[in-house]
T-cell receptor, first 108, second 113 residues
Framework: AQRVTQPEKLLSVFKGAPVELKCNYSYSGSPELFWYVQYSRQRLQLLLR??SRESIKGFTADLNKGETSFHLKKPFAQEEDSAMYYC??????????FGKGTKLTVNP | EAQVTQNPRYLITVTGKKLTVTCSQN?????MSWYRQDPGLGLRQIYY???????DKGDVPEGYKVSRKEKRNFPLILESPSPNQTSLYFC????????????FGDGTRLSIL
């Protein structure tokens, strides 16, 4: 079974501080992992995916198969990063499973 | 403009009155999906479709039906809505395949009284 755990419902940091949003997964196969972001009153949108190994808006995420984690990191948080962040896993059946989300607040 | 369009955006209705939420995409995507978003539960997949006439259950399919007669449309049907189906619903589409990101609609807020 596929499962995604985001242990923090809420995360609050100050502007300029580093931020890490945790994501752990459970899946017996080789997972495809994504981070989606939902800004206030906007639709959900893709932030990044592990296969691309890219940095978007200063965010990066590394897949750690040993720890079954895909934590999202940014060295210097900005106020506009305040949003709801969802980690998601897609297994072999093309079924996408989301974590429950972490609400990030970046304080001035 | 490439987009996923849901209608209606908001609906208040009563228990037992059949309703349909439409979803249409203009990107020629093969994969389409419906989710519901509830506080503290995140997004949960209701149904998904990998192509025309191919649909499959997600994690919470009870009380819902879908159909995929055309590639661009994937309506969500609530035959006999109940208050526990009050939620925010999102439709999404993608090219298909494990690496493809999903494009989401703006959401439909349903209230079942």
């Amino acid at each position: 079974a596929q499962r995604v755990t985001q242990p923090e419902k809420l995360l609050s940091v100050f502007k300029g501080a580093p931020v890490e949003l945790k994501c752990n997964y459970s899946y017996s196969g080789s997972p495809e992992l994504f981070w989606y972001v939902q800004y206030s009153r906007q639709r959900l949108q893709l932030l990044l995916r592990h296969i691309s190994r890219e940095s978007i808006k200063g965010f990066t995420a590394d897949l750690n198969k040993g720890e079954t984690s895909f934590h999202l990191k940014k060295p210097f948080a900005q106020e506009e990063d305040s949003a709801m962040y969802y980690c998601a896993l897609m297994g072999g059946s093309e079924k996408l499973v989301f974590g429950k989300g972490t609400k990030l607040t970046v304080n001035p | 403009e490439a987009q996923v369009t849901q209608n209606p955006r908001y609906l208040i209705t009563v228990t037992g009155k059949k309703l349909t939420v439409t979803c249409s995409q203009n990107m020629n995507h093969e994969y389409m999906s419906w989710y519901r978003q509830d506080p503290g539960l995140g997004l949960r997949q209701i149904y998904y479709s990998m192509n025309v006439e191919v649909t499959d259950k997600g994690d919470v399919p009870e009380g819902y039906k879908v159909s995929r007669k055309e590639k661009r449309n994937f309506p969500l049907i609530l035959e006999s809505p109940s208050p526990n189906q009050t939620s925010l619903y999102f439709c999404a589409s993608s090219l298909g395949g494990n690496y493809q990101p999903q494009h989401f609609g703006d959401g439909t807020r349903l209230s079942i009284l």
